[in-house]
């Protein structure tokens, strides 16, 4: 075999591992864009959990504060007397129940002074990752769209991948999932497929309305 075979043999070996090496990475990149999706949605949902636990909070914590309002000096008082006349049973009941009342709406309270502040930034710190795995995604599909197996190197590829993954550290340092979230949206991907299917429906209706206006601003000139 003659050295211009060889070379020609060797040129096609390259050529068929360099096209190899370019899917490789777009399979890596099509992993990604499917995590980022996973992920937003994951961190969104936690976000949206955490904020209507602090909704709740506040409206207990509000309640707390009307309880510990009550003028219990004065309605100690008043409770004896109508033991004292009634020696009723459920009288008495009610005075410690009014007393329990206001210890416990005194200890929330004063929880919750700690644990809204913690609520409320949770809920930032899920809604902002959210919105960051977002913005991944779209990067991913924007280079995927505008990349070609012919055009682009496996070192535009690779320098995409590890720009990715930093931003991909950056995220994850941003807020760490719930186990209880990581395991729901880690055991099956029906979440994103309907994420997929709507967001395709969507943009299915809206090419349709978007041809009927240019359709009726022809005809009107």
Known sequence: MSDSENTDLEEIQYKQDDKTAKKRCIRILKEMEFRCMNSAIMNYELSSHYDNLQFRVSVVSS?????????????IPVAQTTMTNLGSR???????GLLGASAAAVAYSKAAEYLLPSLKQK??????????WQRLELNIRGFLASSTVDQTTVSEYRAFIEHCGEKREEICNIARPEDWSYKKYNETCSHVI???RRRSQWHMEFRRQQKEVEA???KTG
Do not use: C, F, H, Q
């Open 63 to 75: 309640i707390a504060a009307g309880i510990m309002t009550l003028p219990v000096s004065k309605v």
């Open 90 to 96: 459920v009288t008495k009941l009610g005075m410690v």
């Open 123 to 132: 809920m930032r710190d899920y809604n902002t990752a959210g919105a960051g």
């Open 194 to 196: 309907e994420r997929y």
């Open 216 to 218: 009726e601003m022809k």
